[in-house]
């Protein structure tokens, strides 16, 4: 690949960040403070997706901004892997930003401006991440992230979002610190931070145990917003968060900065063949397998939606783990392809979920039965994507997985086979309750439809009929609770507090597309759409191209 002189990788950054001061300056004019958010997510997926035609061809657009400290340099380069991520955040962006003023409007939510300010701000945070051509420059966009994203996770301003904030901080600044420390290992050993596709030179001849100590402090720092267990605790507790932000947490950047940092770190630092000789990738595989069942098993007890959600992307993200950790080139694309995949499919999901909080103020999966009626198209969307997420065919995640069980076999590693399998049948196991009792069930013969009894899972039932307490019971209030010690002026906004659950009768039939408004059915439609072309067209959706460009750089393997 050859590297040209452009100002487009700065300018996807920087649009972003003007769009953060013109969303604080149209504040008190909410019609032209949501244009401007609308814009400016028009311009920055246009500046990236601008790019897309040299990247195919080989040509790599960079800014050079000059030495940022002694011997490393403040670089942007639009490279096949920042691209895909670059291509997502920007993508979702605009789809979310839709979705975002239905949804903020639908609860007259309070700190709307700052809301939006603040999804600019973590938008550019996380493109810069996506085109950072080093380390350290990596690290200060990943760092920002955190800095942007925290007045989205604590938005409620409630004592729980502001505990649920501080231990976000705590999680991802600590994880931070591995990763610098990782990161001046590296420098110190090499003399350099800058990706190299196949890896940094000087790390092959470098000393190993200095190169697998700073390969497991960059794998933790990063893989704190990961999610990797069992560093993850803070993802379910920040869905306190609007279900906007759970999707932007989830789908869009966070998460995704995390395993697309372990990708460079594989691709990019080390390099697929020095990792294997100094054994980095099967303990890497071994965490993201373990993982991948564990948060699926934890996700079967979850009766809220939405930290059911929660624990189905802890385990979902490390799919992608796994496809870095077992290095064959089918598993690292697909790996790679999930990042994509998974993004489509969990916004469709977070989607729904926040919909349905804001027509009905239901949370709890115990009290959705019959819910189809009343969100049709909703729930239908939400069935496309799980069968997505079980990897079933003709949705975004079945082609992922298929490459990653190609890869698994090509690796020799058959224990990650039975992984990915059992996998499947628990992502069914959490996800078809959920659309068997919405559209063939109603709340009289309704069931919590537990795949475990017990303390295990589920809930259990009690000798007078109701339900043990606790088992599959979230404990959070639902989104945008209000209750009586939240410190805001009473007439900042109207209480929202959890009512959920179907009205007397039963839930009332609605027709399709008249559940909500537009500006939440129609990003439903569009992120449920995404994924399903991506299921089939893959290559033609431009993902599989630039992934395939990525593989056979890292690897020398054509595809």
């Known amino acids: 690949m050859t590297t040209e002189s452009s100002l487009l990788p700065l300018l996807a950054v920087l649009i972003p960040f003007a769009g953060l001061f013109a969303i604080v300056a149209t504040g008190s004019r909410p019609n032209v403070r949501e244009t401007a958010t609308i814009a400016t997510a028009l311009a920055t997926l246009g500046t990236v997706a601008s790019m897309v035609p040299a990247v195919l061809q080989g040509v790599v657009p960079t800014t050079d901004l000059g030495a940022f400290v002694p011997g490393i340099s403040l670089v942007l380069q639009a490279d096949p892997l920042g691209m895909v991520f670059g291509l997502i955040a920007s993508f979702l962006w605009l789809v979310t930003s839709f979705y975002s003023i239905g949804y903020m409007r639908g609860l007259d939510e309070h700190s709307q401006t700052r809301y939006f300010a603040a999804f600019a701000g973590s938008i550019a945070s996380a493109v810069g991440v996506a085109f950072a051509a080093n380390l350290i420059v990596l690290y200060v966009f990943y760092e920002l992230l955190t800095v942007a994203t925290y007045p989205l996770v604590a938005h409620d301003e409630t ?3 502001r505990t649920a904030g501080r231990k976000y901080l705590a999680y991802t600044f600590g994880g931070g610190v591995a990763a610098l420390a990782g990161t001046a290992l590296i420098y110190v050993a090499t003399g350099t931070v800058t990706f190299t596709p196949g ?24 893989g704190v917003k990961a999610a990797l267990m069992p560093i993850h605790s803070w993802l379910p507790d920040a869905m306190v968060a609007p279900t906007p932000v759970s999707g932007l947490l989830h789908a869009v950047a966070v998460v995704k900065s995390g395993v697309f940092a372990i990708a460079r ?23 993201a397998g373990f993982t991948i069942v564990a948060a699926s098993v934890i996700a079967l007890r979850q009766d809220n939606l939405k930290r059911r959600l929660a624990y189905s992307t802890i385990s979902q993200l490390s799919y992608i783990v796994l496809g870095l950790g077992l290095l064959s080139p089918a598993a690292l694309v697909g790996g790679l392809l999930h990042i994509p995949a998974h993004a ?12 349905i909080h804001v027509e009905t103020h239901t949370d709890d999966i115990s009290d959705m039965a019959g819910i189809g009626r009343r969100m049709p198209l909703a729930m239908i969307a939400f069935a496309v994507a799980s069968v997505g997420m079980a990897g079933l065919p003709l949705v975004a995640g079945f082609v992922s997985k298929w490459y990653l069980l190609i890869g698994s076999l ?6 990650f086979v039975l992984v990915l399998l059992l996998s499947g049948l628990l992502n069914i196991g959490y996800f078809w309750p959920i659309v068997y009792q919405a559209f063939f069930q109603t709340p009289a013969d309704a069931d919590s439809k537990p795949v475990i009894e017990g303390p295990f899972g589920g809930k259990r039932a009690r000798a007078d009929g109701g339900q043990a307490e606790g088992l599959a019971v979230d404990r959070n209030p639902s989104d945008h609770t209000r209750t009586e010690s939240h410190e805001a002026p009473a007439d900042d906004h109207e209480d929202h507090a959890h009512h959920g659950g179907p009205p007397a009768g039963g839930w009332e039939r609605r027709s399709l597309g008249a559940e909500s408004t537009w500006f939440m059915i129609g990003p439903i439609l569009v992120a449920a759409t995404g994924a399903v072309v991506l299921g089939i067209d893959p290559e033609g959706a431009i993902f599989l191209q630039l992934i395939q460009q990525i593989v056979e750089n890292a690897t020398g393997v054509a595809f």
């Open 344 to 355: 489509f499919m969990k916004l469709t999901l977070f989607f729904v979920a926040g919909a």
């Open 159 to 161: 004592q729980e979002a």
């Open 410 to 415: 090509d690796a020799g590693q058959t224990v």
């Open 265 to 287: 770190v594989v691709l990019d630092v080390f390099g697929p063949d020095p990792m294997a000789e100094l054994g980095l990738g099967l303990p890497l595989a071994a965490v």
């Open 199 to 222: 890896g940094i030179t000087g790390l092959a001849t470098a000393d190993p145990l200095v190169g697998r100590v700073a390969f497991a402090l960059l794998v933790v720092g990063f």
